[in-house]
Structure formats: structure tokens, C-alpha cells
């Protein structure tokens, strides 16, 4: 589940390989504006099957914190 979503976070930051997007949190990543919070939470809705409620994807603003929320909300 972490490599899907270190993946997802290079496609849709345009990490390079060596990149690790761990400590990636929207407050401090300028890549990470509206639009781009958009597409993540799409990439990881497709990804894992999920379908995100806006209140739950407005609370996922680190790496952290979406892994969090896919381990208690993945099946």
C-alpha cells in the first residue's frame, strides 16, 4: 500500500524516481496547490477502489496522513 502511494505521489508531483514524498505535507509543498490536491485524491480513489468523502479529503493533507486513512478505510 505505501509503494502505490509513493507512486501515486510521483506522478502527480513530478517526483523523480529518488524521491521520497514521506514528509510531503501541503502546508509546506508548493506543488501541492487545489488542483493537484484534486488529482491526488482522484489517483487514490482510483488506485485502491475508494471513493473519498470531500470532508474526509480535505484532512488529507500529508503523505502520513493518507496512509493512515487508507489502512483503516481499505478492506
Do not use: C
Not at 31 to 44: M, P, Q
Request: no cysteine.
Amino acid at each position: 500500500m505505501e509503494q502505490q502511494l509513493t507512486e501515486i505521489f510521483r506522478v502527480v508531483f513530478d517526483l523523480t524516481a529518488e524521491a521520497d514524498p514521506k514528509g510531503i505535507r501541503q502546508l509546506t509543498f508548493p506543488k501541492w496547490d487545489s488542483l493537484a490536491h484534486v488529482t491526488l485524491i482522484g489517483a487514490v480513489e482510483n488506485e485502491f477502489g475508494l471513493s473519498i468523502d470531500i470532508a474526509d479529503s480535505l484532512e488529507l493533507t500529508s503523505f502520513e496522513a493518507i496512509l493512515v486513512y487508507l489502512e483503516e478505510h481499505r478492506s
